[in-house]
């Protein structure tokens, strides 16, 4: 048989559903892979092993009884340290919220738990999902378990979402939630060769949820392989009341509905992704993944997004602008971090506070933020931006005229080694350069592994789609996940 | 737009974020180099265009006027409220002192 930690969400919630293992069995399994990749991977900040196995308990329980178990019945997952779990400390990975015990459940991670699943673990991510690399962690980087051959030194697994699609990557988890802002879900999937969705923007409450850029923020689902991915966003997204940008639509049954069959499926492959000094391996990776979907039944068709150019820089005055305001809140009266200086009144307790319990990408982006939306600049930089976004998200609104869903590779590269690109923000920043136009028009996206480079190390492909569209690209990720074959799995050194 | 080390401690005391000589020093360069990057923006047409203020068409919805109609966010929680406060007194939080 093959080891529990090798399947999915899939297969072991119908493995526990038929009686094949214990959901009990399923979190032991899970827990020893989690404890024993914990020093070498650091892809959680906080394990769980015992919230595991109550829930499992909990489902083999409403087996024994004959009960119906949930669609995630039986699924130990990992939760991004971004989602506020009662009981169990959320930090956003920052020194400000060091400790903080939630007294409540994020909407998401309480209906993943009401459809059966279990917590494995808070995972590590970027400080409050602000980077790409996760490099910018109070609880240092994730190392990635992809290696390049021959080499020891340690890759990123991407960013913000990088404890998510390392922990997927290594089976110490079937599958993880993720959060995306400019490609937070998509780009460390891209990086490890796993599955990621972020869902139209609203779809997934943000309730519970540290804030970073509320326009852009969005919960999404991290898995192996598409249907996986579906079975657990069905299972996240729903509306509700508590957050005022929660579209108030029924969650369409996409599991049901996926299918790989593209016949009369028009996708769009816009020319201007096609950046200078591009890599020849994505340039491949891109035309092949073209020649799969046009084998899947679909017309394929150049289209153009003629600001895509302009995507990146929208979102470096957007986001920090929306941080900066978010951020305010860390202020050491209500919880996290306290710094009192001796003899201190309250603005010197924000100040001191504010700058031992925030690091250095977190503060360059709340200083940027304050900035271009003090007086005498707004205009220049906030509301120009907010401009730009519009024009963007035409650009996508006339694209999906012609067609249905667009191909494009997730990111410029293959994972890059831990400090190869950390002292240059902006070269960070070029990472997301392919993800952060869709995030900005609030667009379904997602990334699917199609194949690995010269050295061995996973790329993919990111399809986006029409606004409330999740089935047209799940779909598509199933016409490409189903030719790519995607099987590789980085070999185990921890 | 450039900024200079005053301008860049205005803005960190705007934020409440205490900055050393130091960090401001290096700070400059760099927030120039992003200011000078988003510059970029500056050659985009924009006459005519709305502000996007949504992505995705949504209107602002009121709750009904019923009071603890949510009971994860009504009242009665302050004991909830206060679990996390650095300094919780009295049922309050604590702070320094405020007025001279």
């Keep these: ?494 | 737009m450039s900024v200079d080390t005053a301008t860049v401690a205005k803005i960190a005391s705007l934020a409440r974020i205490k900055v050393s000589e130091q960090e401001l020093e290096a700070m400059v360069p760099e927030l120039n180099g992003i200011l000078a990057w988003v510059e970029q923006l500056g050659e985009v047409d924009t006459s005519g265009v709305e502000p996007m203020t949504a992505v995705i068409p949504n209107t602002l919805r009121l709750r009904d006027d019923v009071i603890d109609a949510d009971p994860l966010t009504g009242g009665d929680k302050r004991d909830a409220v206060l679990a996390n406060a650095p300094a919780a007194e009295h049922g309050f939080f604590g702070v320094p002192k405020v007025i001279e």
């Excluded at chain 1, 590590?124 to 994730?142: I, P, R, T, W, Y």
């Excluded at chain 1, 990086?191 to 923020?217: E, F, M």
């Excluded at chain 1, 600001?307 to 929306?322: K, M």
Aim: glycine fraction near 10%; include cysteine.
């Design chain 1, 1 to 494: 048989m093959t080891e529990i930690t090798e399947l999915g969400v899939a297969a072991i919630r119908d493995g526990v559903a038929a009686g094949t293992f214990s959901a009990v069995e399923v979190a032991e399994a899970f827990n020893a892979n989690v404890a024993a990749a914990q020093d070498a991977l650091n892809a959680f900040i906080v394990a769980t092993p015992e919230k595991a196995i109550e829930a499992a308990k909990a489902t083999d329980a409403k087996r024994a009884a004959g009960e119906a178990l949930g669609p995630m019945g039986g699924v130990p997952i990992g939760m991004k340290d971004l989602f506020a779990t009662n009981g169990v400390q959320t930090t956003a990975a920052s020194h400000i919220l060091e400790g903080f015990v939630p007294q409540y459940e994020s909407t998401v991670s309480q209906k993943l738990w009401d459809a059966g699943a279990g917590l494995l673990g808070k995972l590590n991510l970027d400080q409050f999902a602000m980077g790409s690399s996760n490099e910018s962690s109070h609880f240092g980087s994730v190392v990635s378990p992809w290696r390049r051959p021959g080499s020891n030194a340690p890759l990123t697994a991407g960013g913000s979402s990088g404890g998510s699609s390392a922990a997927i990557a290594a089976r110490l988890v079937p599958a993880a939630t993720g959060t995306d802002t400019g490609g937070s879900i998509r780009q460390p999937a891209a990086y490890t060769g796993t599955t990621g969705i972020k869902p139209t923007y609203g779809r997934c409450s943000r309730w519970g949820v540290v804030a970073y850029a509320s326009s852009l923020d969005q919960a999404g689902a991290m898995a192996r392989d598409v249907t996986d991915c579906a079975i657990m966003l069905e299972s996240m997204a729903g509306f509700d009341p508590k957050d005022a940008t929660s579209l108030d639509l029924p969650v369409p049954n996409w599991t049901a509905a996926l299918s790989g069959d593209l016949k009369g499926k028009k996708v769009g492959i816009p020319k201007e992704y096609r950046v200078d000094g591009m890599p020849a391996e994505i340039e491949a990776i891109w035309e092949q993944g073209i020649a799969w979907l046009k084998d899947a039944g679909a017309e394929v068709v150049e289209v153009s997004l003629p600001h895509t150019q302009y995507a990146l820089a929208t979102y470096y005055i957007i986001a920090p602008a929306e941080a900066s305001s978010n951020l305010a809140r860390y202020d050491g009266v209500r919880y996290g971090l306290r710094d009192l200086p001796d003899g201190a009144g309250l603005q010197d307790m924000y100040a001191a506070t504010r700058a031992d319990g925030f690091g250095a990408e977190v503060k360059r982006r709340i200083l940027i933020g304050t900035y271009v939306l003090s007086a005498g600049f707004y205009d220049a930089y906030y509301t120009k931006a907010q401009k730009v976004r519009a024009l963007i998200s035409q650009d996508f609104a006339k694209a999906f005229e012609q067609v249905d869903v667009l191909l494009t590779p997730t990111a410029p590269s293959a994972a890059f080694a831990l400090g190869e690109s950390n002292d240059d923000p902006i070269a960070m920043y070029l990472n997301d350069v392919f993800t952060v136009p869709a995030s900005l028009a609030g667009l379904p996206a997602m990334s699917v592994p199609a194949g690995l480079d010269a050295q061995g190390l996973p790329l993919g492909l990111q399809i986006i789609g029409r606004p409330l569209d999740e089935q047209g690209v799940l779909n598509a990720g199933l016409a490409i996940e189903g030719r790519a074959g995607f099987t590789a799995k980085p070999g185990k050194w921890w």
